[in-house]
């Protein structure tokens, strides 16, 4: 069955510093997603994707978040300049975009910020 | 904001009893899903709900769409160490793709 996939599984980087976490959706899915789940907390959404553009995006997703989808298959969350409350599991989603075909997670990033 | 009550926050169970959570909101979703996640993975889709009133199963578990468009249960019926994890309740409103999620209940299930 396709899967989403995400690299890397783990993520330290220090406080201040860029990160780039990838992701590779599903093949025919057309709209992309990142959420986060802070330890012990439920899944927040930070934005979707379609078309190119983002579509929509929650208050957490400030400038210093971007999103990519730089060729056909990757899709990327950029963090421009860390903080300690970055750090969480990240995860990428993607969906057809047809509401009888709903979102599909990778199994996440976990990103340590020092 | 939006928000989704889901309850209970745990449970600690026998194998082969039955469980039941729910998830509550004061807003309308017009898609419940049911997800679980466990130790480092990603939510896995149990369950997907489109209309008001609709129950569907999947093998042993089985979830309701509430006729209110408010509310949405998942029941597992005996229930085996492997559902050990936590489960979430996860809400689609009107013109929006962001999935609202639930606090989660964690599932423990005693041989």
């Known amino acids: 069955e396709p899967e989403v996939t995400q690299t890397p599984s783990h993520q330290v980087t220090q406080m201040g510093q860029e990160v780039i976490l990838r992701c590779v959706p599903i093949?025919?899915?057309?709209?992309f997603y990142w959420y986060r789940q802070i330890l012990g907390q439920k899944v927040e959404f930070l934005v979707s994707?379609?078309?190119?553009?983002?579509?929509?995006k929650s208050e957490i997703f400030d400038d210093q978040f971007s999103v990519e989808r730089p060729d056909g298959s990757n899709f990327t969350l950029k963090i421009r300049s860390t903080k300690l409350e970055d750090s969480a599991m990240y995860f990428c989603?993607?969906?057809?975009?047809?509401?009888?075909?709903?979102?599909?997670f990778g199994d996440g990033t976990r990103l340590s910020i020092l | 904001g939006q928000q989704l009550n889901q309850s209970p926050q745990s449970m600690f169970i026998q194998e082969g009893e039955d469980v039941s959570m729910n998830c509550t909101s004061s807003?309308?979703?017009?898609?419940w899903l049911w997800y679980k996640q466990d130790p480092g993975e990603g939510p896995v889709l149990l369950i997907a709900?489109?209309?008001?009133?609709e129950l569907t199963s999947n093998g042993r578990l089985t979830a309701q769409f509430g006729i209110t468009r408010k509310d949405s249960f998942l029941n597992i019926s005996a229930s085996i160490p492997s559902d050990v994890g936590i489960y979430f309740c996860?809400?689609?409103?009107?013109?929006?793709?962001?999935?609202?999620f639930g606090s989660g209940t964690r599932l423990l299930v005693r041989p």
């Open positions: 709900l489109y209309k008001a009133g």
């Open positions: 807003s309308i979703f017009n898609t």
């Open positions: 994707f379609y078309n190119n553009e983002i579509s929509e």
């Open positions: 989603a993607s969906s057809t975009g047809s509401r009888s075909q709903p979102q599909h």
């Open positions: 093949s025919n899915h057309l709209y």
């Open positions: 996860a809400g689609l409103m009107d013109s929006s793709y962001k999935l609202i």
